[in-house]
Structure formats: structure tokens, C-alpha cells
């Protein structure tokens, strides 16, 4: 006595094998029904107001830079000359807003 190394039913095979062959009959006549009709149209998009405004918004940010550099300098400078006011109540109140909302 033989034991089968798949043990896949037969059955369960041939419905496989119908179904296959179904879809190819089905695929088959989605083409020469497509073939003798007319051709489909394009699709086309519009985007809104919106989303052109966005659209031009986001390519405007991406062409600044990250950093504005004469800004910084600026500020370097003040710093180094000593006439930049630092104001540590200010300071301490942004850390305390800055970890409550990490924490939130």
C-alpha cells in the first residue's frame, strides 16, 4: 500500500482546476467583448482650489531652507557682543509648556 506524498484531496483539485479554467473562459470573453466595443475613456482627475493652494503652499516650503541662516547669525552675534536679553522666567515657563505637552 501506497501513501500519497500530497495529501490534497482529488476533489479538491478538480474544483481548482475548474475554477481555472472558468476564469480563463471568463477573461477570455472580457477580451473579445473589449476588442469589438469602442474605446475606453481616459480617466482625468480635477483637484480643487484647495488643493491646488495647498499644492503650491507645500512646493513653496520645500524650496526654503530649514533654517534661516542670516537669522542665526544674526542672534550669534548678539550673543557674543553680550546684547541679546535672556530672559529665564521666560525660558523655564516654555520647558515646563514644552514637557507637559511631551507627557500629554
Do not use: H
Not at 500519497?4 to 480563463?24: C, E, M, Q, V, W
Not at 469602442?38 to 491646488?52: G, I, K, M, Y
Not at 541679546?84 to 514637557?99: T, V
Request: no cysteine.
Amino acid at each position: 500500500m501506497t501513501s500519497p506524498i500530497n495529501p490534497i484531496n482529488r476533489s479538491t483539485t478538480d474544483a481548482l482546476n475548474s475554477n481555472g479554467s472558468a476564469k480563463a473562459r471568463n477573461q477570455e470573453a472580457t477580451e473579445n467583448s473589449s476588442s469589438n466595443s469602442r474605446p475606453a475613456a481616459e480617466d482625468t482627475v480635477s483637484l480643487s482650489d484647495q488643493s491646488l493652494q495647498v499644492r503650491d503652499l507645500q512646493q513653496t516650503l520645500e524650496s526654503l531652507p530649514e533654517v534661516d541662516a542670516v537669522k542665526v547669525e544674526a542672534i550669534k552675534q548678539e550673543i557674543a557682543k553680550g546684547n541679546y536679553p535672556l530672559d529665564p522666567e521666560r525660558i523655564a515657563q516654555n520647558l515646563i509648556k514644552l514637557e507637559k505637552a511631551l507627557s500629554e
